[in-house]
């Protein structure tokens, strides 16, 4: 039996999961839409198809992230989403613009697909930039001050920049011949923006927050001091390592950039993780205060524990039967 | 200025009138789907592929706009309503976080094979995915509705410091308007879609389509309609009497009845006046509310003034209820209409067509009537006597709201345009396409069941 005061730290883990699977997951494909080229329908047909079967499914991480923070610290949710109203209703709007114009590109009257082709871009745009803007303005604490948003802004860049990588290197993964060949540019010039928003955001991060500073430079954390950056930087130079040789784009090695990838994603969610907890406010709210009633918890968790496997399993399933190159356009 | 309790009720009513739009279609167009990929996995006739084919393209565009709008509804809890998940978060959370993890996932990592992978997987494979996505979507419903239906009979709970705990989950899911909403919603749903079936293929007819599947698809969609109108009609009546046993005010509002009364009159037509406290320009049946809501002509109806300053807006849900009934009306006419002319005059005349074309978001208009009736009904409550909606709102000034709210609209209305465009366009182009196309020619070879099949 599990007792009462572990359910938060468990619902805050699962949480943690839902968010790196969303950013990962709705990362490779918000990075596509915004890759579109526009001078290529045929390329861009085949970027879109290769994130077809999957979109939706990604975006349900975000849901599922979201109803996680509802059901287990509501006090956080009200409080957060308060905070971010505005960014989140350009989010949303972005994200219902692209996750239409999916289907209407399909369907509609030659000459409109390039609009909805543009409507796919702004609204993976405008998603990935909020994103990226309201981390930022979560790491800050909320704080409403022009460093703040200046902060955000960074933070913003960063994560659009993290997406056009990964999302690089999936192309890389998922594509054949000039549009392989033109993955690797973008995932070449991503990577260096990528880099410098990841040293900005360590640099900063603990520069403006003193807990932080203290956490990450106290005695008894020293080997996170060490793991993590070392970890994020090793992946980094792998990654470059790996793009700087064109034979990444033989069929044995296409998957390394993604892997390496979602390694990094992974590295620096948790130095953010570790930086934070146990606060899901920062400085303001800790993860054990504003945890729902146990019994609710208890609740969601049972079915938590039978269905989240079976998700994996599909989510793992659903990949392999669309594995391999995206040769085919045939929707239906 | 409008005050930001206000803008908000007007955001979240917009939001999820847009949203529930496209479920109650997709709910019950994906239960059509598996039947007709069942009927083509018996038969092997071609005819139910192409029909597949032109529906499933016509769900995976219903359902993303399901999906993206019902992201929006996840963030509208916190963002606008924060009294709600503070007061019954406890309650709410369990209940959408089931629907996330049971049926969210479920339905959305299905619909990627079930568009895309046909080719990919065996073909029982797909038809299990079509299926699964099916399960999903009506399990979604089962979450969202066991929700609303505590929200306005709420059961299983006690308050302990303001803050809802759980004692007994099977008496918050099923609590006792649950199974009536939720009978009465999926009803809604195969009466919407087999209207909009109905519609769409009617209007192919119309456009010189003279193949095969727009005529079986409509013939389908009229059988069911015949089928699901009685039935509807009888879930509803229980609903209501439901309603009448545990929100007698929401039901006097319905009726707009003022005085508890014996015998109390069914009303046809009215103008309800609340600073006057009575009707203008009635209508009545006698005594007929009371046989219906009580089996006993001079059973006694509790009456508005019984619930001063507790009761609903009067205007929004005797009119809703009325246009409601009244569509499932039409609803029903069409269906005998259509099928009399099926099987006794053997001819679908263009008045029917037309007809037919006419009604295909009859299902829209009568689900979102019956929606505005619950949920106003609700009023002043969120949660029926728990939490007061005005108690729920929040407090981000309300400039936001209003920013937030005329650029949802904005989009909802470019939207909605962009949808229905759509749809005809979709039809108009499967009119010109080809009876047989080449590779149905293959997998008819193949399957060896050719003969007779091109009809």
């Known amino acids: 039996m599990i007792p009462d005061n572990l359910l938060p730290d468990i619902f805050a883990a699962l949480m943690a999961l839902a968010i790196l699977m969303y950013a990962i997951l709705d990362g490779y494909d918000l990075g596509v839409g915004m890759l579109l080229p526009k001078d290529n329908v045929h390329q861009r047909d085949v970027m879109i198809a290769s994130i077809g079967p999957f979109w939706d499914a990604n975006e349900t991480w975000l849901v599922l992230a979201v109803g996680l923070l509802l059901i287990a610290f509501p006090q956080a949710h009200s409080l957060i989403l308060g905070e971010l109203y505005l960014p989140i209703v350009v989010m949303l709007i972005g994200l219902i613009l692209r996750g239409v114009a999916f289907d209407f590109r399909a369907k509609v009257r030659q000459g409109r697909k390039e609009r909805w082709d543009l409507i796919f871009k702004i609204g993976s745009f405008l998603a990935a930039g909020t994103q990226g803007f309201m981390l930022g303005l979560y790491v800050m604490g909320f704080e409403h001050s022009p460093v703040s948003y200046l902060f955000a802004l960074l933070s913003a860049t960063g994560v659009i920049a993290a997406y056009l990588l990964i999302a690089a290197c999936w192309l890389i993964m998922r594509t054949e011949e000039d549009l392989q060949i033109k993955a690797l540019g973008w995932a070449r010039k991503s990577l260096y923006f990528c880099m410098a928003g990841i040293l900005a955001v360590c640099l900063v991060n603990p520069l403006v927050n003193d807990s932080i500073f203290y956490k990450w430079f106290a005695a008894e954390s020293v080997w996170m001091l060490v793991i993590v950056p070392s970890l994020a930087l090793l992946t980094l130079l792998l990654i470059w390592r790996a793009l700087g040789d064109v034979r990444v784009l033989q069929d044995k090695y296409c998957l390394q950039p993604f892997a390496l990838v979602v390694v990094l994603f992974l590295s620096c969610f948790v130095g953010l993780a570790f930086s934070f907890y146990p606060y899901v406010v920062p400085g303001e709210m800790t993860i054990q205060a504003t945890a729902s009633a146990p019994e609710s918890l208890r609740f969601i968790l049972v079915g938590a524990i039978i269905v989240m496997p079976c998700i994996l399993a599909y989510t793992v399933f659903s990949y392999r039967v669309f594995r391999g190159k995206v040769t085919e356009l045939r929707y239906y | ?455």
Request: one cysteine or more; charged letters at 15%; aromatic letters at 14%.
């Open chain 2, 1 to 455: 200025m409008l005050d930001v309790v206000l803008l908000s009720r007007i955001q979240f009513a917009l939001n999820i009138s847009f949203h529930i739009l496209f479920p109650t279609i997709t709910i019950a167009l994906c239960w059509f789907l598996l039947y007709f990929k069942v009927r083509f996995d018996l038969s092997g006739h071609p005819v139910w592929m192409r029909i597949y084919r032109f529906w499933v393209k016509v769900f995976a565009l219903t359902f993303a706009l399901g999906v993206v709008s019902g992201i929006t509804m996840s963030f509208q809890f916190g963002t606008n309503w924060p009294g709600y998940m503070e007061t019954v978060g406890n309650i709410a959370g369990p209940l959408l976080g089931y629907e996330v993890m049971t049926a969210f996932f479920l339905e959305a990592t299905f619909l990627g094979i079930m568009l895309f992978g046909m080719h990919r997987v065996p073909q029982w494979l797909h038809t299990l995915s079509t299926l699964m996505v099916a399960v999903g979507t009506t399990l979604s419903a089962f979450w969202i509705l066991a929700l609303n239906s505590w929200m306005q009979t709420p059961d299983g709970f006690v308050m302990q410091d303001g803050v809802a705990h759980a004692t007994d989950w099977w008496a918050v899911i099923f609590n006792p308007s649950f199974p009536y909403r939720f009978f009465h919603t999926l009803l809604a749903s195969g009466l919407t879609a087999s209207f909009f079936i109905m519609g769409i293929s009617a209007y192919r007819i119309y456009r010189g389509d003279a193949k095969l599947a727009p005529k079986i698809a409509l013939r389908t969609a009229v059988i069911a309609a015949l089928m699901l109108t009685p039935t509807q009609i009888l879930v509803g009546d229980l609903h209501g009497l439901n309603t009448f046993k545990h929100q007698p005010q929401k039901v006097a509002a319905m009726e707009g009845i003022w005085d508890t009364e014996k015998g109390a009159d069914m009303l046809l037509f009215a103008i309800p006046d609340e600073a006057q406290r009575t009707n203008h320009f009635e209508i009545a049946i006698p005594k007929l509310a009371s046989l219906i809501l009580t089996h006993d002509p001079d059973g006694e109806v509790k009456g508005l003034n019984e619930f001063i300053g507790a009761h609903p807006p009067v205007k929004p849900v005797f009119f809703g209820f009325r246009v409601m009934v009244g569509m499932g009306m039409l609803m029903l006419l069409t269906a005998l209409i259509g099928c009399w002319l099926l099987y006794v005059r053997k001819t679908l005349p263009k008045q029917f067509l037309m007809l037919a074309v006419a009604m295909t978001f009859s299902g829209w208009i009568a689900t979102l009537a019956g929606w505005y009736v619950t949920e106003i009904g609700r009023q002043p409550w969120l949660v029926s006597g728990v939490l007061s909606t005005a108690d729920a709102a929040t407090q981000i000034p309300a400039g936001n709201v209003a920013l937030s709210l005329t650029l949802y609209a904005t989009v909802y209305v470019f939207l909605l345009i962009a949808y229905i465009k759509t749809l005809f366009l979709m039809a108009r182009r499967s009119v010109e396409i080809e009876e047989i196309q080449p590779e149905e020619r293959l997998t008819q070879k193949s399957l060896r069941t050719a003969q007779g099949a091109s009809s």
